[in-house]
């Protein structure tokens, strides 16, 4: 007997990939179906070789459902969530709406997977931010190695991770440039399009954005509270992948090759790391790929026990779908859950 799975926000970027990736990962489902608002009611997705219709989440009835993929802002989750979850369906959130409840556990599988055993208080678990989780999967293995003390990161993130707007934004630009039309700016705060812009979210009082203060605090509750995280988080015009240059103080003396043989073995990390022209992964080649991407692994020599690399994720996957369907899959592994329909 297999589960019942539900996907909210089924027609956004996020929600197509957590449907495709369901069906790739041949996720244990006896039945999988579309919410959306209703708005999109009867609008269609692709589920593996079959075609669902969206049903509207308001008024549907989570009591016969096992998993709820949540992908529809932090304004819908918090408002739907806490009723799906009393009605005994799990909520594997995207947003950011419950990821600093300290009732519900923050997860990146391969970082802190015992971390899940907390998720009944709410029936909620909270997908951190795309950008912190290929973070904390390369630093993990590190961290465990010689204890991180700081780490300062530039983030490169695509325009996915604000959405397919977004996403329509950089090709309507690009468009409008190369004809000499003029150029539109709907979305972000300046031109997106053969540009970059040092701001991702809202200004905070301290001069950061909300999306810098996410990788902390995130970075800070997944990892360890002890570790120091500074951010610069900037949008680029790249559809999929962030990429982020990474700046890491340690305790304990580490080599750029131990750090490299460290990763190697590390769960969800894969290094290309050659000195030489392209040897190394961009966003380009990291997109619809599961891995974290880890390149130019390098001492840093104007701090004690400091280390440099490059790292590049999918957003849309293992930032968002892909991490959201790990937790899933290690619900059923660790036998956290069981399928409604056999309790019955």
Request: with cysteine.
């Amino acid at each position: 007997m297999g589960f019942k799975v539900a996907v909210v926000g089924a027609t956004g970027n996020v929600g197509r990939e957590m449907l495709d990736i369901l069906a790739e990962r041949q996720f244990p489902a006896d039945e999988v179906v579309a919410l959306a608002s209703s708005r999109s009611l009867g609008t269609e997705v692709s589920f593996g070789d079959k075609t669902l219709k969206c049903k509207v989440l308001e008024n549907y009835d989570f009591s016969g459902t096992d998993i709820c993929l949540m992908s529809a802002g932090g304004t819908v989750s918090k408002e739907h969530s806490p009723r799906i979850g009393q009605q005994g369906c799990i909520v594997i959130d995207n947003s950011s709406a419950w990821r600093y409840d300290s009732d519900v556990p923050l997860i990146v599988p391969e970082v802190n997977a015992e971390a899940i055993a907390g998720f009944g208080k709410k029936n909620i678990i909270a997908n951190p931010n795309c950008s912190t989780a290929q973070l904390v999967v390369a630093l993990k293995p590190l961290h465990e190695a010689a204890t991180i003390r700081r780490v300062v990161v530039a983030t490169y993130q695509s325009v996915s991770g604000a959405g397919k707007e977004a996403m329509d934004e950089l090709f309507a630009q690009t468009r409008s440039i190369f004809v000499s039309d003029p150029v539109e700016t709907k979305k972000f705060p300046k031109r997106i399009a053969f540009n970059v812009i040092p701001q991702i979210d809202v200004f905070m009082e301290d001069g950061g954005t909300k999306e810098e203060w996410k990788m902390m605090a995130e970075t800070k509750k997944i990892l360890d509270p002890k570790i120091k995280l500074t951010a610069t988080c900037v949008r680029v015009p790249v559809f999929i992948g962030h990429a982020e240059a990474v700046n890491v103080e340690f305790e304990k003396p580490i080599s750029a090759d131990e750090a490299r043989d460290i990763l190697r073995e590390a769960p969800g990390c894969l290094v290309i790391d050659k000195r030489e022209p392209g040897g190394y992964v961009t966003p380009h080649e990291a997109a619809g790929e599961d891995a974290t991407y880890i390149s130019r692994i390098r001492e840093d020599a104007t701090v004690e026990n400091g280390l440099n690399f490059w790292c590049v994720a999918d957003n849309l996957r293992k930032g968002a779908a892909l991490n959201a369907v790990q937790i899933a899959e290690l619900l059923v592994n660790r036998k956290l859950i069981a399928p409604k329909k056999q309790a019955a």
